[in-house]
């Protein structure tokens, strides 16, 4: 997410751990130096020009465009707007019960913890189906809540320790039996697969960090199991058929009671400063009812939390797994890519200005069917580094090079990262795999300090190589080729995809890439994923004033990208204030799924249900409505 309430995630710890403005200038003019030629390649985009050796998939080049729709107008009206021939229904609301006990949701008290226990959660971000048994079985995250609009109707009193906790468990995974009958899609209510994950469920910790000091609290002196999971964003699926919940902003969550007015009373150990763990919370409240989110009392508890957590949907009395060999940052989602040999490959951002993109390698290999447990607990991380000529290496996170033992690699993973040089990224968001060829792309949604600031860990942000322009408020999607088509090679080839721009207010490098015009134009990609046919869908949390920089873009959106011809096309326009992020297809490939999250973050949408109605983020079904496939 880019917007909470007033302030953005990336806002709040700015405003509580703010960085020096310690950039030289000397780095920066280097940089910009070492752009011009680079800035050629990028504005040639459209093909593989500058993906030097690269063979295109056979067949894949298009004569005319891949595209079965026409392109729709940037909005900036409180509905979903899509291209003639489609059409968009409601599937699940935030609040909408799962089983028959609970209760429709109730706009005058906006629910109760009680409620929300037994309810879909709040702000649904990335999604994932599973056909099991003959259903459709769908797991999705709730990444946070909205303040303004779950606590919106205290006025002035605030949240009483019963709306603090329908806050907490509006967090979380939601899985959930969905079934198309005449009305659409929507929710099997009191199906045995439905189920809520929220920050009260237990979970194992596996991997190199479980047992570790630093994992240790009063509630788990083992360091081996913790509660819940909160702040889950993208997404992703195992080879074996699990789920993927990634922990993101999970600093914000935290606060000292030994605060005073003056927060920076407060000492910040720096190993939770890099994370942005802070004396004061982004206002949820949660050390008020929970003693586990009090630094003060348990310090070690952030060390707990920031991990990809895994899932399997189709066991309602499964415990999650947090699976610390892949890292702990800011995770936006995991990309799973089955090497040839069998060697699983896990790609993945750190979603902070300036911080890295990372790769997890797994020592053993999969094989159907048999156990799977040790490919997600042993393996490699690796942190990449771009060079300016359009090549790149992955950098081994080792005990040798870092001089921190494994378990510390994978709880301090971004200094780690820092050590060994990685290069200081525009916010990685999603992350995907190409079906068509061995390439990855991923979104680097903005950056307003690259080129004026360094990251939380004094990295230098210089504007260059995949990250060229200097307070970039648009964002771009870079992409990669492993050498030799080999997921686990040290080298790779790399190209910007699209510069994301305003080629109606600028004329320079913000006007963006020769595939971005003023007909589709449009800020911070953030969800990634392919199709079946190969067509890349970009969906944005960016801004929606539609002014200024961004005058004529609109309500946040969706678009499809071809990645052969570079050609781009808007096919999704969400309400008011909204983000657009979660999208998976139906088995039959006839629905595809999207997320509506925090609509009206700014207290001016009624969607979905329109006249004074509370906004409520939703998943969608979106349908042609001649039936036909859909992606
Ligand atoms: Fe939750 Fe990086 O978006
Ligand atoms: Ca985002
Ligand atoms: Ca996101």
Redesign the pocket.
């Known amino acids: 997410?880019?917007q909470q309430d007033e302030m953005s995630f990336d806002d709040f710890d700015e405003a509580l751990n703010p960085r020096a403005e310690t950039c030289d200038f000397d780095d920066v003019v280097e940089a910009a130096l070492s752009r011009r030629g680079f800035v050629g390649g990028v504005l040639a985009v459209g093909g593989f020009a500058t993906l030097g050796g690269a063979t295109l998939p056979s067949g894949a080049r298009a004569e005319t465009s891949r595209f079965a729709f026409e392109q729709i107008g940037a909005s900036t009206a409180d509905t979903v707007t899509l291209p003639p021939g489609y059409k968009a229904e409601i599937v699940v609301r935030w609040a909408d019960p799962l089983w028959s006990e609970g209760a429709e949701f109730n706009p005058e008290t906006r629910g109760t913890a009680a409620t929300q226990a037994l309810a879909f959660g709040d702000n649904t971000d990335g999604m994932e189906i599973f056909p099991h048994d003959g259903r459709v079985l769908l797991a999705v995250n709730n990444e946070y809540t909205n303040r303004s609009i779950i606590w919106g109707n205290r006025g002035d009193e605030g949240p009483n320790a019963d709306e603090i906790e329908k806050s907490l468990l509006a967090h979380g995974v939601t899985v959930v039996e969905l079934a198309h009958g005449d009305n659409g899609w929507g929710v099997v209510t009191d199906s045995p697969f439905n189920r809520r994950i929220t920050p009260r469920t237990e979970m194992a910790l596996t991997g190199p960090a479980a047992g570790h000091d630093l994992m240790k609290t009063d509630a788990d002196p083992t360091g081996t199991k913790t509660w819940g999971t909160w702040n889950n964003?993208g997404s992703g699926t195992t080879p074996w058929g699990t789920y993927l919940a990634c922990e993101e902003n999970f600093n914000g969550y935290f606060s000292s009671s030994e605060a005073t007015e003056d927060r920076k009373d407060v000492e910040i150990d720096p190993a939770l400063k890099r994370y942005g763990v802070s004396a004061k919370d982004w206002g949820y409240g949660w050390a008020r009812i929970d003693d586990r989110f009090d630094i003060a009392k348990t310090p070690n508890e952030p060390n707990r939390a920031g991990y990809v957590v895994e899932i399997d949907p189709t066991d309602p009395n499964s415990v999650p797994k947090k699976r610390t060999a892949l890292g702990r940052f800011k995770h936006?989602n995991a990309e799973c890519v089955l090497n040839s040999g069998g060697r699983l490959v896990i790609y993945m951002g750190d979603?902070e200005r300036g911080e890295f993109l990372y790769r997890y390698v797994s020592n053993g290999v999969y094989a159907p069917g048999t156990d799977t447990d040790d490919l997600m607990e042993n393996g490699t991380l690796y942190a990449a580094r771009f060079h300016a000529n359009g090549t790149g290496e992955w950098l081994e996170l080792s005990e040798e090079v870092t001089g921190m033992i494994k378990a510390e690699i994978c709880i301090h993973t971004r200094q780690a990262a820092s050590s060994v040089g990685a290069t200081t990224m525009d916010?990685p968001?999603w992350v995907t795999a190409n079906p068509n060829a061995p390439e990855i792309y991923c979104a680097l949604?903005n950056n307003r300090y690259r080129g004026i600031k360094p990251n939380k860990g004094g990295d230098l942000t210089p504007a260059d190589g995949p990250n060229p322009r200097v307070q970039n408020n648009y964002g771009q999607i870079v992409r990669w080729r492993p050498d030799s088509g080999d997921h686990t090679a040290a080298g790779f080839a790399w190209d910007l995809y699209v510069l994301a721009g305003n080629p109606a207010v600028h004329g320079d490098a913000y006007a963006g890439s020769e595939n971005v015009n003023v007909g589709n134009m449009f800020n911070?990609p953030?969800?990634l994923a392919f199709d079946s046919n190969g067509l890349l869908w970009i969906q944005t949390?960016g801004r929606y004033s539609d002014e200024g920089d961004f005058e004529g873009q609109g309500n946040n959106q969706m678009l499809a990208g071809d990645p052969v011809t570079g050609e781009i096309r808007r096919f999704l326009v969400g309400p008011k204030e909204c983000?657009v992020?979660g999208l998976c297809w139906s088995p039959d490939r006839r629905t595809m799924f999207v997320g509506i999250q925090h609509p009206g973050e700014r207290g001016n949408s009624h969607w979905p249900d329109g006249g004074a109605a509370v906004p409520r983020s939703a998943i969608i079904a979106v349908t042609r409505e001649d039936g036909d496939l859909l992606g």
């Open positions: 997410m880019s964003c936006e979603d916010r968001e949604t911070s953030d969800g949390d983000e992020t």
